[in-house]
């Protein structure tokens, strides 16, 4: 109707006013707004972490210490894959970890599969040392057709060997690659491939598909920068933490070492097909003191595997733990040595000489005097859920329980009666 107006025999057309044309848009049906300006906004978080993130995340925290950077990176890649937002046809992560020894490069690794899958040995490990000749590689992919041992032996990279830790609810591989830096050019090449096109080609052929799979890389390049870089600290001889803020920070200076020396190391083609490369920071006091306890926990489980017993140690003892086992040089591992030989070899000793039954409860002190560690027993005949309880360890269920304790009573009894003999 409107059209029939505009058109009207008599009437003069004006085409230089453009009412005509808005009375023709009003006829058409209006196109709904994206956007009302009267409805509710609301302001995302793009730094949350989701769920499934959040739990690897905590149980990073709760077995690495002081390598906050190579969590935060480790749980990032992590929670791309989970958005099925990682690149098509390559890993889910490529990681170079760099740094001095003993700071926990290969623990995260396995601590992330223990985590994911319920297995600290749910790592398929390739020692790099083992590869330094070229002909070597054939132990990874398989000797080709028509060489000695072609269908004798089994390559270390095989699709079966990728998927043999997965799980109903996480389908994916862990693969290390530790001290890539001592193996030779032929496996870095062959690395290529399977960084960027999540492929490797066995001798017979057959492919294998790294799409579902974390690659980490372990590396000490530029320990020796590192070590000059470290300055002792105080207490037990850690390294000093850099202060927040500070510019030129002892961190930051070992970062550039590590990731100067493998770009020296590696060709540029190598680098650039990493996703993150992660330089772990020396162990300070603090930190030593942390996986101080970790490691007695995991000495408690390995107790509780045979003759379940408690102890515990006075903070007389911890300090002399962390003085023996504490140093820049060695990080953590030096410190498991201290472990295994002033508590393990001692306990491992009261235990074959009948001393420590199962149910007692040791205390643990160091006598300055005697220059060594004390060992008293202070209680016996514990209950396994109490001992359970107090450790702080996820025990059995009920039923196993009542089976231990019907165990613990009847040898308790037996060694009365040899003894009342």
Same mark, same amino acid.
């Given at each position: 109707?409107?059209?029939?107006?505009?058109?009207?025999?008599?009437?003069?057309?004006?085409?230089?006013? *453009?009412?005509?044309?808005?009375?023709?848009?009003?006829?058409?049906?209006?196109?709904?707004?994206?956007?009302?300006?009267?409805?509710?906004?609301? @302001?995302?978080?793009? !730094?949350?972490?989701?769920?499934?993130?959040?739990? /690897?995340?905590?149980?990073?925290?709760?077995?690495?210490?002081?390598?906050?950077?190579?969590? +935060?990176?480790?749980?990032?890649?992590?929670?791309?894959?989970?958005?099925?937002?990682?690149? &098509?046809?390559?890993?889910?992560?490529?990681?170079?970890?760099?740094?001095?020894?003993? $700071?926990? @490069? $290969?623990?995260?690794?396995?601590?992330?599969? +223990?985590?994911?899958?319920?297995? *600290?040995?749910?790592?398929?490990?390739?020692?790099?040392?083992?590869?330094? #000749?070229?002909?070597?590689?054939?132990?990874?992919?398989?000797?080709? *057709?028509?060489?000695?041992?072609?269908?004798?032996? #089994?390559?270390?990279?095989?699709?079966?060997?990728?998927?043999?830790?997965?799980?109903?609810?996480?389908?994916?591989?862990?693969?290390?690659?530790?001290?890539?830096?001592?193996?030779?050019?032929?496996?870095?090449?062959?690395?290529?491939?399977?960084?960027?096109?999540?492929?490797?080609?066995?001798?017979?052929?057959?492919?294998?598909?790294?799409?579902?799979?974390?690659?980490?890389? $372990?590396?000490?390049?530029?320990?020796?920068?590192?070590? !000059?870089?470290?300055?002792?600290?105080?207490?037990?001889?850690?390294?000093?933490?850099?202060? =927040?803020?500070?510019?030129?920070? &002892?961190?930051?200076?070992?970062?550039? %070492?590590?990731?100067?020396?493998?770009?020296?190391?590696?060709? =540029?083609?190598?680098?650039?097909?990493?996703?993150?490369?992660?330089?772990?920071?020396?162990?300070?006091?603090?930190?030593?003191?942390?996986?101080?306890?970790?490691?007695?926990?995991?000495?408690?489980?390995?107790?509780?595997?045979? $003759?379940?017993?408690?102890?515990?140690?006075?903070?007389?003892?911890?300090?002399?733990? /962390?003085?023996?086992? %504490?140093?820049?040089?060695?990080?953590?591992? #030096?410190?498991?040595?201290?472990?295994?030989?002033?508590?393990?070899? =001692?306990?491992?000793?009261?235990?074959?000489?009948?001393?420590?039954?199962?149910?007692?409860?040791?205390?643990?002190?160091?006598? %300055?005097?005697?220059?060594?560690?004390?060992?008293?027993?202070?209680?016996?005949?514990?209950?396994?859920?109490?001992?359970?309880?107090?450790?702080?360890?996820?025990? =059995?269920?009920?039923?196993?329980?009542?089976?231990?304790?019907?165990?613990?009573? %009847?040898?308790?009894?037996?060694?009365? !009666?040899?003894?009342?003999?």
């Amino acid at each position: 109707m409107e059209h029939q107006e505009l058109m009207k025999p008599g009437t003069a057309m004006n085409w230089g006013d *453009p009412s005509h044309l808005r009375a023709a848009d009003s006829s058409q049906k209006e196109v709904p707004k994206l956007h009302d300006a009267g409805a509710r906004t609301q @302001k995302l978080d793009p !730094s949350r972490t989701g769920r499934e993130a959040s739990v /690897l995340e905590r149980g990073l925290k709760k077995l690495i210490v002081g390598q906050d950077q190579a969590i +935060e990176q480790i749980v990032n890649v992590y929670q791309i894959h989970l958005a099925g937002m990682n690149c &098509l046809g390559r890993p889910v992560g490529n990681f170079l970890f760099l740094g001095p020894t003993g $700071t926990g @490069k $290969t623990r995260a690794v396995e601590a992330t599969a +223990e985590t994911l899958v319920g297995d *600290p040995r749910g790592v398929v490990k390739i020692d790099c040392a083992e590869f330094q #000749h070229s002909h070597e590689i054939a132990k990874l992919i398989g000797s080709p *057709p028509g060489y000695l041992g072609h269908r004798e032996t #089994h390559p270390l990279l095989s699709q079966e060997v990728l998927a043999q830790y997965h799980t109903d609810t996480v389908q994916i591989s862990f693969v290390l690659f530790d001290e890539i830096e001592k193996a030779s050019d032929s496996l870095w090449n062959l690395l290529l491939g399977i960084l960027d096109k999540a492929t490797l080609t066995l001798g017979d052929n057959r492919r294998v598909d790294f799409s579902q799979a974390m690659i980490f890389m $372990t590396s000490n390049l530029g320990a020796k920068e590192m070590e !000059s870089l470290m300055s002792p600290g105080m207490g037990f001889q850690g390294v000093a933490r850099a202060k =927040p803020g500070e510019d030129a920070s &002892l961190a930051g200076r070992i970062h550039s %070492a590590g990731v100067g020396a493998a770009r020296k190391k590696f060709t =540029p083609e190598f680098m650039n097909r990493l996703d993150k490369v992660v330089v772990f920071e020396p162990l300070g006091d603090s930190e030593l003191r942390r996986i101080l306890d970790l490691e007695l926990d995991q000495v408690q489980e390995r107790i509780f595997q045979g $003759t379940p017993f408690l102890f515990r140690l006075t903070e007389g003892a911890k300090d002399h733990l /962390l003085r023996q086992g %504490a140093d820049a040089k060695y990080g953590a591992r #030096h410190l498991k040595r201290a472990i295994e030989r002033l508590l393990v070899y =001692p306990i491992a000793n009261l235990i074959s000489s009948e001393q420590v039954r199962a149910g007692d409860l040791l205390e643990i002190d160091w006598s %300055a005097a005697d220059d060594e560690m004390a060992f008293e027993l202070v209680d016996e005949g514990l209950p396994v859920y109490l001992m359970y309880r107090q450790a702080g360890i996820d025990g =059995p269920d009920e039923f196993e329980l009542g089976n231990a304790t019907a165990r613990l009573d %009847a040898e308790s009894r037996s060694i009365r !009666s040899f003894e009342q003999r």
